[in-house]
């Protein structure tokens, strides 16, 4: 048996050197992305794209919630995976990302499978549950200190063997640093302990970006 591999940045350039290639409005995407310094760092990785099209593409998935939208790329990802009559609703507060993002899906044409609500995603998840919504998967990027709420709501949210996924739930290995006590740090490993003792679902963390919690509804 081998030892375990440490991902690189010239790895995970080889990875999606040989893996499927993007769309060319995820490509744009990413390159719109490199110009606005380091809020660049919300995009999810390439990796994470192929992972989440991947899953959709091979599953029943249809129905799709996004917590977190930033410029599009996971939203994008998700749409072009489902089948014409899918859809994401998509939830971000940003007004200036999310007007770029939908420029993006109409030029993916996926504008009619993609609905956006900028706002405060605490008061639009309250309302979906208010009015009995259900989702296939669940997927949320969003604010760190709010992850525990988010999750809450995505349980009641998401159908029995539904999925949960949240992003950057290892935080540039952080996590496992028990020298880094600062506030974010601190919250996402409290969630993923959190998530791991939750009886609702069952998870799994996959080291792909900056790390997958992966979770399915019991």
């Known amino acids: ?16 050197n040989n893996s499927t290639k993007l769309h060319p409005v995820q490509k744009e995407i990413i390159s719109n ?35 977190g939208t930033f410029t599009g790329l996971s939203t994008l990802s998700m749409s072009l995976a489902l089948p014409d009559d899918g859809s994401v609703l998509a939830l971000d507060k940003n007004h200036e990302t999310s007007k770029t993002a939908l420029n993006f899906f109409k030029k993916a044409s996926q504008d009619k499978k993609i609905k956006l609500i900028i706002g405060l995603a605490s008061d639009t998840l309250k309302n979906l549950i208010n009015t009995k919504q259900k989702f296939d998967l669940v997927f949320i990027d969003a604010d760190k200190e709010n992850y525990l709420n ?69």
């Open 150 to 218: 988010y999750f809450n709501y995505s349980v009641d949210l998401v159908n029995t063997d539904g999925l949960i996924i949240i992003d950057n739930v290892l935080w540039h290995g952080e996590v496992v640093d028990i020298n880094k006590q600062d506030k974010l740090t601190v919250s996402i490993r409290e969630f993923n302990t959190y998530v791991n003792k939750d009886k609702r679902v069952e998870n799994l963390i996959i080291p792909v970006g900056d790390g997958l919690s992966v979770c399915r509804k019991l």
């Open 1 to 16: 048996m081998g030892s375990n591999l440490t991902v690189n940045k010239e790895i995970e350039e080889y990875i999606n």
């Open 33 to 67: 992305n490199d110009e606005l310094g380091d809020i660049k760092r919300m995009q999810i990785s390439v990796s994470q794209c192929h992972f989440l099209h991947l899953l959709i593409k091979s599953s029943k998935i249809k129905k799709i919630l996004e917590i």
